[in-house]
């Protein structure tokens, strides 16, 4: 069975920072493209964050940029989402997702590109 687990959510004041993992299971991840989204309550699910199956090509959302940092280690088949400097509006459900991607340096952005998804992990920033 194909597994994307997420770890690593919580509560944090504003400017602090969190880790969030994604370990994967039932087929190896190392090839994918991967993203980070996040969800708030009455809002679109929206790619903060996407890293092409190579590891050479990162996309950030404007919102994130320079805050956030996407990585993945192929060995582990896990990927994370480095969250500095964290404000209010960066509260939401946050997911990850895989893709296999036509060609190595592919980043996707898109919802639909995605065809597997972990559970979620909840993050709160308090002002």
């Known amino acids: 069975q194909v597994q994307l687990v997420e770890s690593g959510g919580g509560l944090v004041q504003a400017g602090g920072s969190l880790r969030l993992s994604c370990a994967a299971s039932?087929?190896?991840?190392?090839?994918?493209?991967m993203a980070w989204f996040r969800q708030a309550p009455g809002k679109e699910r929206e790619c903060v964050a996407a890293?092409?199956?190579?590891?050479?090509?990162?996309y950030y959302a404007d919102s994130v940029k320079g805050r956030f940092t996407i990585s993945s280690d192929g060995a582990k088949n896990t990927m994370y989402l480095q969250m500095d400097s964290l404000k209010p509006e960066d509260t939401a459900v946050y997911y990850c997702?895989?893709?296999?991607?036509?060609?190595?340096?592919?980043?996707?952005?898109?919802?639909?590109?995605?065809?597997?998804w972990g559970q979620g992990t909840q993050v709160t920033v308090s002002s």
């Open positions: 997702a895989a893709a296999v991607p036509l060609y190595s340096t592919a980043i996707y952005t898109n919802f639909g590109q995605y065809s597997y």
């Open positions: 039932g087929r190896t991840f190392s090839r994918d493209a």
């Open positions: 890293i092409s199956g190579s590891g050479g090509r990162t």
